[in-house]
């Protein structure tokens, strides 16, 4: 069974993780920086650092939410970034941004399912993601349509929570997910579930090794995994 945020609810997680987000957009990029205390911008810049001698020209940016990771990945100088996410509230919430910073004519952000991507093969120079395949209901599914629209040679990027090993960080950051960042999410967003949910993906999913098997079950090549922040959070690239 996988985690749901709702669950006394008999919607799929897909539908779920839609209304979540719907719920908690105008206060999610707040809540981001507060929860993280600004550490996941500078893992958005190394994640995208690592596409720098590739120099994708056009970028699919899964999940992408409120547009953050599409933002950051004009670092890289593309021709365009698409950017597709499930949901309409976290897409309008990231239109105003894009349109605040005059980015329009570089990033389109589009309602779309990762597991059903509306994009033909071989289409994409990268295809990036920042805490959002966890959110997958199928993960292989999500995983191997972006393979499919990656082009010979293309690569992904993947910035995902994890599951730091080591004491003392393991037990202090198990203590804050569990208790303190549940507690906080929940008073900002007036959401009972998001920031529950939020743990529980985290522990289900399976991240490091776990999750190298997975891109290479699919078909990605040269998977490597990067710890940041003494495992707290995890850099995951693969080709095609």
Not at 9 to 16: L, N, R, Y
Not at 53 to 75: M, Y
Not at 145 to 165: A, N, Q
Not at 207 to 235: A, E, Y
Request: charged share 30%; hydrophobic share 40%; net charge positive.
């Amino acid at each position: 069974m996988s985690v749901v945020p709702y669950k006394n609810q008999k919607e799929g997680k897909k539908a779920q993780v839609a209304n979540m987000f719907n719920n908690i957009s105008k206060r999610y990029d707040l809540l981001n920086h507060l929860l993280s205390m600004g550490i996941d911008i500078v893992w958005r810049k190394k994640a995208i650092k690592q596409l720098k001698k590739d120099q994708p020209k056009l970028i699919l940016d899964i999940a992408t939410g409120t547009g953050d990771f599409a933002i950051e990945a004009l670092a890289l100088n593309p021709e365009k970034v698409i950017g597709v996410d499930i949901s309409e509230g976290m897409l309008a919430e990231g239109k105003k941004k894009i349109q605040q910073k005059k980015l329009g004519h570089l990033i389109d952000l589009q309602l779309g399912d990762s597991e059903k991507l509306l994009f033909e093969e071989n289409k994409f120079d990268a295809v990036i993601v920042a805490f959002g395949v966890r959110n997958f209901e199928n993960l292989e599914k999500g995983l191997a349509d972006m393979y499919r629209v990656l082009k010979p040679g293309g690569k992904t990027v993947i910035v995902e929570f994890s599951k730091p090993k080591k004491f003392p960080f393991k037990q202090g950051y198990n203590f804050y997910f569990k208790y303190i960042l549940p507690r906080v999410g929940k008073l900002v967003s007036k959401d009972n579930a998001a920031y529950t949910y939020l743990p529980e993906s985290v522990q289900a999913f399976p991240d490091g090794s776990d999750f190298l098997d997975v891109l290479k079950n699919v078909g990605f090549k040269n998977t490597k995994c990067k710890p940041l922040t003494f495992g707290i959070s995890s850099i995951y690239m693969g080709e095609k």
